[in-house]
């Protein structure tokens, strides 16, 4: 919404009558001769014994009026007035008279103090302290620099509401301030984000007839670009040129990075290349923004490329053009890359800053390349650059990832030894490292010594907490830490009810797991793949067979899609109850169901018909792997094996250990035990020796019991 492209005139309003005389002339006089004298001591005795009245602002209005024309006897009596006093209680009127003052003597600091007194007196409204200036001028014209020095200090003190405020009750009043405080009204409003709020007062501004500058021009151009309007901003590039105000170097650079931040590279490049017809010329700023844009595009090439035409146009790159290049490569792990574009900054004299180094200290961490990761961090202390609690973080985060723990912790102490504060992301990262090396001891003593700082833990550290307890079997401490993040509004997610039920699970509680699952659902988070799979496990665990199929029932109604390992759970399940037919109808289904099986499933029911001394069943499922496409192994095999050698029927075990070898499968350890054990439950020994000194020729050593 852009009006008011034009100005129109604004009137001003009369000033108000001056003040009526002070009813004691008397006291007026003896103050007067006090300044004259510089007789201080008097001064302060006549407007201590005096000045008992609610408001002394009649008195120093008056006061200001007979000396105005001497700065020496303003300046005294301005003084005396800053001496707090028993009976002097100013109001606000009185303040503006003294702030009008100091700022004809050019006093602006102890003007703008008093303004900021006003600003905030309790109870005092903007259009009191608009009056209070307005009416509150000792001399006859109004000086209007004082509203400048208003607006300025609203500014200044991060009141732009009352700023904006105030603007308007000036305008209303038919004063208006500068164009430069004006701008800096606008300036800051933008900087906040508070878009809508500027474009207000800019219309105002046009309305009063005040001359825009490029000052202007481009606060309102970033207006338009922070609030993700550029289409609008032609119409008003348009309109300001009609008022004589046209684009410079720093809307052009604007408007490009706003393009690039959008991804609009094309038009950042048009725009770019239009400058010339301009008579303007990119600079670093406008390079930086291009490779920036490319770079987060992942353009790689095409940033380097704009890089080589910066450099050629003889323009030298700072950090924040290199920095985009090293962040990508490191993001693509591309190491090489890295170190080559750090090693251009200091072949082009470019310090590296902070990003620099946490790049590619980052890249090299999260590799596992801890000695290059602190070769640069020596480097960064050896350049005079001081890490910090990121930089310590990203070190402490390889550590824990290559499970170092003892060196994460001791990165930590230098850390803390070095001032850096740690934050919920550093202890987050240690907690992790500590829970996954189950050092559970250790991170229960972290987490106290965090609640202890006042680090507030977040969603991510109970998370980790209740992953490494549940890990750990101790379900207790687990829930004691899930009931505190509910309490805290830290909402679980999915996985967070996938863990803790995986945790009863494992344990046999399946009460408990069903209570949390109700839990989840009561909360409106749907289950997943994982939470299907989770209970269906726990359920098949236990040969609770119904249960299980009813959530694989479930899942179906709801299309979830059940994983493979899922539908492996569910036959071996059925094994366990000892239903192998039925794990032979649901290999059916499973297929029909668009879900195909893997060796482990085959393997699974092929032991399970063995079990049950259904051989012939067992041989047609290896045929069925076949022509699934699923080579059968050294476990299928042996399961077929291991089913002739406990029937004794020793002539077929050893036609599957031949076909084994002639399919190019290594018979193993459990091979050979089997079959010599088999044969010398038969009396068999010279057999049993044979496949013993071909087991040792394998290279494998038989058990004590063979």
């Not at 209070?132 to 003190?157: H, K």
């Not at 208006?176 to 500027?198: E, F, M």
């Not at 987050?428 to 559970?440: A, F, H």
């Amino acid at each position: 919404r852009l009006r008011h492209l034009f100005p129109s005139s604004f009137s001003t309003h009369s000033l108000p009558p001056p003040y009526p005389p002070l009813s004691d002339p008397f006291l007026v006089e003896k103050v007067l001769l006090s300044l004259k004298h510089n007789n201080l001591n008097s001064l302060h005795n006549h407007l201590n014994n005096n000045l008992n009245r609610s408001d002394p602002f009649p008195l120093i209005v008056d006061i200001l009026r007979r000396c105005h024309q001497n700065p020496t006897l303003v300046n005294r009596f301005l003084h005396a007035l800053s001496f707090p006093s028993p009976n002097l209680k100013h109001s606000t009127r009185s303040l503006g008279a003294m702030v009008h003052a100091l700022v004809r003597l050019r006093k602006v600091p102890e003007a703008q103090a008093l303004l900021l007194r006003m600003i905030r007196k309790s109870g005092v409204t903007r259009r009191e302290i608009i009056d209070s200036l307005i009416n509150g001028d000792s001399c006859s014209n109004v000086n209007v620099s004082v509203f400048d020095l208003l607006i300025r200090t609203y500014v200044q003190s991060r009141k732009l509401r009352e700023g904006s405020e105030a603007f308007e009750l000036l305008r209303g009043r038919g004063f208006c301030v500068s164009i430069n405080a004006c701008n800096a009204l606008l300036g800051a409003l933008v900087r906040i984000g508070w878009v809508d709020l500027a474009f207000n007062v800019y219309d105002s501004v046009v309305n009063s007839g005040m001359h825009v500058n490029v000052y202007t021009l481009n606060i309102m151009v970033n207006a338009l670009c922070k609030d993700g309007r550029l289409e609008y901003v032609k119409d008003f590039l348009d309109g300001m040129e009609n008022k004589g105000v046209f684009a410079d170097g720093v809307t052009y650079n604007t408007l490009i990075n706003a393009h690039c931040r959008e991804g609009l590279l094309s038009k950042a490049f048009e725009l770019m290349n239009s400058m010339a017809s301009k008579g303007l010329r990119p600079g670093i700023f406008t390079y930086n923004a291009i490779i920036n844009g490319l770079c987060k595009k992942g353009n790689y090439a095409r940033a380097r490329e704009v890089l080589d035409e910066m450099l050629a146009n003889g323009l030298s790159p700072d950090a924040t053009t290199f920095n985009p290049l090293l962040v990508e490569s490191c993001r693509k792990d591309n190491v090489r890359e890295a170190e080559k574009v750090f090693n251009e900054m200091l072949h082009h004299g470019v310090v590296p800053d902070s990003i620099s180094f946490s790049s590619i200290i980052g890249v090299f961490s999260r590799n596992g390349n801890l000695d290059r990761a602190l070769a640069y961090f020596n480097s960064m202390r050896g350049s005079g650059s001081v890490p910090d609690t990121v930089i310590y973080t990203i070190l402490i985060d390889g550590y824990c990832r290559n499970g170092k723990m003892l060196e994460a912790l001791r990165m930590r102490n230098e850390m803390v030894e070095q001032g850096c504060v740690m934050d919920v992301v550093t202890y987050n990262t240690l907690l992790n490292g500590l829970c996954k090396g189950k050092m559970l001891a250790d991170a229960d003593e972290l987490f106290k010594e965090m609640v202890e700082r006042g680090v507030f833990p977040d969603f991510y550290t109970l998370t980790t907490l209740i992953h490494g307890y549940c890990k750990d079997g101790n379900m207790n401490k687990a829930l004691g830490l899930f009931e505190t993040m509910t309490q805290r509004n830290l909402k679980p997610d999915v996985v967070t009810y996938n863990t803790l039920i995986d945790g009863f699970c494992k344990i046999g509680e399946m009460d408990k797991a069903k209570e949390l699952w109700s839990d989840m659902l009561s909360r409106n988070i749907v289950p997943n793949h994982i939470s299907f799979s989770i209970l269906i496990n726990g359920f098949c665990s236990l040969g609770l067979m119904s249960e299980a199929f009813g959530l694989w029932d479930e899942m179906v109604e709801k299309d979830i899609k059940p994983s493979l390992v899922t539908c492996n759970t569910i036959l071996k399940g059925y094994l366990r109850a000892g239903d192998v037919s039925k794990a032979d109808d649901f290999l059916n289904r499973m297929i029909s169901g668009g879900v195909s099986p893997d060796g482990i499933t085959y393997n699974t029911l092929i032991n399970g018909f063995v079990k049950e001394e259904n051989l012939g069943r067992a041989f047609m499922l290896i045929n069925d792997m076949v022509q699934q496409g699923i080579l059968p192994d050294v476990i299928t095999y042996n399961a077929i094996l291991f089913g002739y050698c406990r029937q004794g029927r020793m002539e077929e075990a050893e036609k599957v250990l031949r076909m084994m070898i002639d399919k190019g499968i290594n018979p193993d350890k459990s091979t050979y035990t089997a079959l010599i054990n088999a044969h010398v439950s038969q009396d068999n020994l010279k057999e049993a020796f044979r496949f013993h000194d071909e087991m040792l020729q394998r290279g494998f050593v038989p058990e004590d019991n063979v």
